[in-house]
Antibody
Framework: EVQLVESGGGLVQPGGSQRLSCAAS????????MHWVRQGPGKGLVWVSR????????VYADSVKGRFTISRDNAKNTLDLQMNSLRDEDTAVYFC??????????WGQGTLVTVSS | QSDLTQPPSVSGSPGQSITISCTGT?????????VSWYQQHPGKAPKLIIY???KRPSGASNRFSGSKYANTASLTISGLQTEDEADYYC??????????FGGGTKLTVL
């Protein structure tokens, strides 16, 4: 069974940092591009970042560029997102997503990050 | 990286067909045949239902179909069923190696 399980969400103050993790199982993790997609409360989906299959290349949405860093460990089948300088507008459920050929095939259940003082 | 434009809501009766539009620009929808569609039920993760404009992944209902003309993509759901009631999002690959989603469309099955 394919599983993507996110962890690391919680309450963080504006300007603070948070690290999200995603544990993958049930598929060949190292073959997939991996993404983070977020969804603010009552809002739509927003693509955040992508890392390629070997971890050598990462891209980011303009809204998080310079603040967020995506990384992966293919030996441990894990994906991470380091989030710094967090803002109120970063409050969202963050989904870990596996993608093949420019689409989002495999989704985790998400982890909620709340940025508030 | 602007959102693709979708109608906020659509509705239909069981058995009917509905179409959801998704309008982008020449930098995303118009440039690539890499439009995908996702269905999201409340409190659940999104699910891929259409990719590369008009292809269905294994397990997706054949009542879902997709198309594209110029900068606008469309999702058609035929033979509406009550379980189709959900939010639907389009997404396109875009220049600068990025992805952009639509704002989402809430489908109500009357």
């Amino acid at each position: 069974e394919v599983q993507l399980v996110e962890s690391g969400g919680g309450l963080v103050q504006p300007g603070g940092s948070q690290r999200l993790s995603c544990a993958a199982s049930g598929f060949t993790f190292s073959h997939y591009w991996m993404h983070w997609v977020r969804q603010g409360p009552g809002k739509g989906l927003v693509w955040v970042s992508r890392i390629n299959s070997d971890g050598a290349n990462a891209v980011y949405a303009d809204s998080v560029k310079g603040r967020f860093t995506i990384s992966r460990d293919n030996a441990k089948n894990t994906l991470d997102l380091q989030m710094n300088s967090l803002r109120d507008e970063d409050t969202a459920v963050y989904f870990c997503v596996g993608g093949w050929n420019y689409k989002f095939d495999l989704w985790g259940q998400g982890t909620l990050v709340t940025v508030s003082s | 990286q602007s959102d693709l434009t979708q109608p906020p809501s659509v509705s239909g009766s069981p058995g009917q067909s509905i179409t959801i539009s998704c309008t982008g620009t020449s930098s995303d929808v118009g440039k690539y045949d890499l439009v995908s569609w996702y269905q999201q039920h409340p409190g659940k993760a999104p699910k891929l239902i259409i990719y590369e404009v008009n292809k269905r992944p294994s397990g997706a209902s054949n009542r879902f179909s997709g198309s594209k003309y110029a900068n606008t993509a469309s999702l058609t759901i035929s033979g509406l069923q009550t379980e189709d009631e959900a939010d639907y999002y389009c997404c396109s690959y875009a220049i600068s190696d990025s992805w952009v989603f639509g704002g989402g469309t809430k489908l109500t099955v009357l």
